[in-house]
């Protein structure tokens, strides 16, 4: 698969010398969906809008589709369509104009098929005659996400596609981003919420301190990272855990309930261990459940791992 993105060594200093990217270098595959997370401050947002166009780079290059940002800055972001976070559409417009509309701003000649066929992908074809100002909440983000599709982009680009949307809307929303996915879009989306990205991406950038901590597949990377805890159920209850057990730590949840955090990159989890040990106790399980850490835990644990390194570096 071809490179959609390709960001090597951007570097931004804002004017006041504040560098909020530090040697940022990424690659976005055609047809992916990257969710570019990080606490506030990151970086995610310069890092959008280098890409974009809109903040210029202290160094670095970037390409979009193959076009180099700087030596043919218009071609490459010809490929882009943003989705600002903010619903800033003419309220007044009908949904097909506006759509026709910013395809027109682009110089795009023009095109209904083309029209039509993101308004029903976007589940809009029955309100294209009705005003934005008509539309609900949900749907008004979605003729967002149209206009930024209207000029033919060939990666979306969805700042914080939920901030402040209620779980249903959310939840909408991740339904289009799949929609949008099995249509090809490459996609690359901000968000603070993890379980957004791990509902809708196929990799997953970590961005603190206008660095990049990892890149990953969201599948690897709970793999790779992931703490389990297995829960052990008891036939039958028990008054006090066995020291020999607390030695191992587990922990007693409930009179016939115990957990046991692992970590299951490890080669040794200890878990044959502590089933020997429960059965030389002569306890006798009635269930064993396993449940993977969430990446929120994991994400916790980076980022707080940075900061330690930081006060080791002061
Ligand atoms: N125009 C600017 N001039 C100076 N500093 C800036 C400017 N824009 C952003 N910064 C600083 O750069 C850093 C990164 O900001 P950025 O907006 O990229 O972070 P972010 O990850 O998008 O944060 P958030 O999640 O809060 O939107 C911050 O410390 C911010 O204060």
């Known amino acids: ?56 780079p202290t160094s670095g290059t970037i390409r979009v589709g193959g076009f180099d940002a700087a030596t043919n800055p218009k071609a490459a972001r010809r490929q882009i369509g943003i989705v600002p976070q903010e619903v800033n559409i003419d309220m007044y417009a009908k ?48 003729v967002l996400i149209g206009k930024a599709l209207s000029h033919e982009p060939n990666v979306l680009f969805l700042d914080e596609p939920t901030a402040g949307v209620d779980v249903e809307l959310r939840k909408g929303m991740w339904e289009v981003v799949e929609e949008l996915r099995q249509a090809g879009t490459t996609i690359i989306l901000t968000t603070h919420y993890l379980e957004e990205a791990e509902a809708m991406a196929d990799r997953i950038a970590v961005i603190t301190g206008g660095e990049i901590r990892l890149v990953e597949r969201k599948d690897t990377l709970m793999r790779r990272m992931g703490h389990k805890t297995l829960t052990i159920e008891l036939a039958e209850s028990i008054g006090t855990l066995p020291p020999v ?55 916790v644990g980076l980022v707080h791992e940075d900061d330690k390194e930081k006060e080791a570096a002061e």
């Open 1 to 56: 698969m071809a490179a959609m993105i390709e960001v090597e060594n951007l570097r931004k200093t804002y004017d006041g010398g504040f560098e909020a990217l530090k040697g940022v270098s990424l690659s976005i595959e055609e047809g992916e969906i990257l969710a570019l997370l990080g606490p506030n401050g990151a970086g995610k947002t310069t890092l959008i809008s280098t890409i974009c166009g809109i903040t210029e």
């Open 95 to 142: 949904v097909w104009d506006s759509l026709a509309f910013t395809r027109g701003l682009w110089g795009k000649p023009r095109d209904d098929a083309h029209i039509e066929k993101v308004l029903r992908q976007l589940s809009l074809w029955d309100k294209k005659d009705g005003n934005v100002m008509s539309l609900s909440g949900g749907m008004k983000r979605r």
């Open 245 to 299: 057990l607390a030695e191992k730590g587990v922990v007693m949840e409930g009179p016939q309930t115990l957990s046991y955090s692992y970590d299951s990159a490890s080669g040794n989890t200890g878990i044959t261990r502590l089933l020997t040990a429960i059965r030389d106790e002569g306890l006798k399980l009635a269930d064993l459940s396993t449940k993977q850490s969430s990446l929120e835990e994991i994400f």
